[in-house]
């Protein structure tokens, strides 16, 4: 399901967003972010205050709020901007902020993130339990060397060739195994229905009996999976049947799951019956799409969930504060992408290597873009856009501002 070239995110950004935004087809989505995005530009052209850009951004991100809630009622839209939204339009003003940040000092912004350069220790932002803690214990001074990638099997992505009844012809492997020879890769992300217990269950079960073959032919012995039920889960007890089926029918793909993206409704106040208490015993379950500040992460706690999902597309003040919560609470991390092509991937990237206890990374834009997306980037970095053994490097993203 390859799209042509598109902007700095894919369509499942669109559909997600339409979650909440459930009223808008794709184009008047994208027309309210699209000039949220131009309102915020020149608010921040006339912001004339000084600071760390984590305060910069907690000082704005109630503002960016309201001129998102304002473009809404201008459309005549029925239903307020999500704040999943805000922060996806925001985002890259707030990302320049930590770059400028770092080129102003001539350091790398990682370095940046001490009690020497901001002004307040991490209890102003989260709770006491931080007192006299900054961000610099919860990131590296260096980035990891290299990092496994993650690689997307769509729920419509061919397995084997006989799925295939008319290529896309575009030189990229048309099924699984082909990826997996190209790339060496050793993480693959599943989407699954979450409506469909019997496709989902064979879904895993067909994945696991190609990746199989193939890692066997490489002398591979461990790779691992990730689930992605897209929030569309009933209940609980649809994903424990989920786990259960699959366990019986395969063990091996059943130990191979390193974590659960978030399975049900992404509203947790409203669907308080969800909770994960069960499923976290099993495989840690990562809260995703509901993760808009600490206040729903302390929420998805108390619901059970065990692990907590990054996006660069919520911000980089927002991702190294969760990442330090997540840390100080001992919860499973990873760090997933919106199909971010060129900076975006690295920006995404480089916070993916620089938190202590991630271990992968997502990168789908060599899989659902043309290279055009993102060319540029990869000419100058072709390291870090070229998987070889399952990874990318990104131990070489230390430049001055956000390395890169």
């Avoid at 409704?265 to 509901?290: T, Y």
């Avoid at 990237?349 to 990869?378: D, F, H, M």
Wanted: one cysteine or more.
């Amino acid at each position: 399901m390859r799209t042509e070239y598109f902007n700095a995110y894919d369509p499942d950004l669109f559909r997600n967003l339409r979650g909440l935004y459930c009223a808008l087809r794709r184009a008047d989505t994208e027309k309210a972010m699209m000039i949220h995005g131009e309102r915020i530009a020149k608010i921040m052209n006339n912001y004339n205050e000084y600071g760390h850009p984590i305060d910069i951004a907690q000082d704005m991100e109630k503002t960016w709020e309201k001129a998102g809630v304002a473009v809404g009622k201008e459309l005549g839209y029925a239903q307020e901007m999500p704040v999943m939204c805000s922060l996806v339009d925001s985002s890259p003003f707030e990302a320049a902020l930590h770059d400028a940040y770092g080129k102003l000092h001539g350091k790398n912004v990682y370095d940046c993130y001490g009690s020497d350069y901001m002004n307040y220790d991490l209890s102003k932002y989260l709770d006491e339990r931080f007192n006299s803690e900054y961000l610099d214990q919860y990131t590296l001074r260096q980035p990891k060397e290299r990092m496994p990638l993650y690689h997307l099997i769509g729920a419509v992505d061919h397995l084997t060739l006989d799925e295939v009844k008319k290529p896309v012809g575009d030189g990229l492997p048309e099924i699984l195994s082909e990826w997996i020879v190209r790339d060496g890769l050793t993480h693959l992300k599943i989407k699954l229905n979450g409506d469909d217990l019997k496709w989902d269950v064979e879904r895993v079960v067909k994945v696991e009996k190609v990746a199989s073959v193939t890692q066997a032919k490489l002398g591979v012995k461990e790779w691992v999976y990730s689930l992605d039920f897209n929030e569309k889960c009933q209940n609980v007890e649809y994903l424990m049947d989920f786990l259960a089926q699959v366990k019986e029918k395969s063990p091996l793909a059943m130990g191979r799951v390193q974590y659960i993206e978030q399975p049900t409704a992404r509203d947790l106040k409203a669907n308080p019956e969800n909770k994960m208490h069960k499923v976290a015993k099993i495989k840690p379950v990562v809260i995703d799409e509901s993760l808009t500040d600490y206040e729903t992460l302390l929420l998805s706690r108390e619901m059970g969930y065990s692990g907590v999902a990054l996006k660069a597309c919520k911000g980089q003040s927002g991702a190294l504060l969760m990442g330090a919560a997540a840390q100080k609470f001992k919860l499973f991390l990873c760090v997933q992408d919106l199909t971010c092509p060129g900076f975006s991937f690295l920006h995404s990237a480089g916070i993916a290597a620089r938190i202590p206890t991630i271990a992968a990374i997502e990168g789908n834009a060599r899989q659902y873009l043309k290279p055009e997306a993102y060319r540029k980037w990869s000419e100058l970095y072709p390291e870090t856009f070229t998987v070889k053994k399952g990874t990318i490097r990104t131990g070489i993203l230390t430049k001055p501002g956000l390395g890169h």
